[in-house]
């Protein structure tokens, strides 16, 4: 099953479990939105329908973030006029948990639970193994090498007169 909404002036097609990036949006209530705007929906196999009753697409929160820099140039030419600007675009990346149609709802599967990292630390030294421990010779100075000596200008010519 799928669904095609709009959010953010564009259209996007979204079925349970997907990602999509779709413009600035605020946080929602507990991280949830809610897509009011749905434009289509597959009921099954083959079978597309604009929806007559309530329908609706609700979403969890992934992240915040801004896209890829877009350099906007302007140029026009034998006027010696060029301009040059960088614009990043505002996303929320959204996961799309469940989609509601006349009586039926769809939901994604629940992702399992990221568990905490957990910080590797180095094995205890003993006393002992550092008291054995050869120190590390010291690094030998190089030789300083003589450079060649500079090229002598050649004697300026005398002018006849």
């Given at each position: 099953m799928y669904a095609v909404i709009r959010a953010g002036g564009k259209q996007y097609r979204v079925a349970p479990g997907d990602v999509?990036?779709?413009e600035r949006q605020g946080n929602g209530a507990h991280g949830k939105i809610e897509f009011a705007d749905v434009l289509a929906v597959s009921?099954?196999?083959?079978?597309i329908g604009k929806p007559q009753s309530e329908a609706r697409v609700v979403g969890q929160v992934v992240e915040h973030g801004r896209g890829n820099k877009?350099?906007?140039f302007h140029y026009k030419r034998k006027k010696q006029y060029k301009?040059?600007?960088?614009h990043r675009q505002n996303f929320t990346a959204v996961?799309?948990?469940?989609?509601?149609?006349?009586?039926?709802?769809f939901t994604a599967p629940e992702l399992p639970?990221?568990?905490p990292r957990v910080k590797k630390?180095?094995?205890?030294?003993?006393?002992?193994?550092?008291?054995?421990a050869k120190p590390h010779a010291p690094a030998k100075k190089k030789s300083a090498a003589k450079k060649p000596a500079a090229k002598k200008?050649?004697?300026k010519k005398k002018k006849k007169s």
């Amino acid at each position: 099953m799928y669904a095609v909404i709009r959010a953010g002036g564009k259209q996007y097609r979204v079925a349970p479990g997907d990602v999509i990036r779709v413009e600035r949006q605020g946080n929602g209530a507990h991280g949830k939105i809610e897509f009011a705007d749905v434009l289509a929906v597959s009921a099954g196999e083959g079978q597309i329908g604009k929806p007559q009753s309530e329908a609706r697409v609700v979403g969890q929160v992934v992240e915040h973030g801004r896209g890829n820099k877009i350099l906007v140039f302007h140029y026009k030419r034998k006027k010696q006029y060029k301009k040059l600007r960088g614009h990043r675009q505002n996303f929320t990346a959204v996961r799309i948990t469940e989609i509601a149609f006349d009586g039926q709802k769809f939901t994604a599967p629940e992702l399992p639970a990221k568990q905490p990292r957990v910080k590797k630390t180095a094995p205890p030294v003993h006393e002992a193994a550092k008291i054995e421990a050869k120190p590390h010779a010291p690094a030998k100075k190089k030789s300083a090498a003589k450079k060649p000596a500079a090229k002598k200008a050649a004697p300026k010519k005398k002018k006849k007169s």
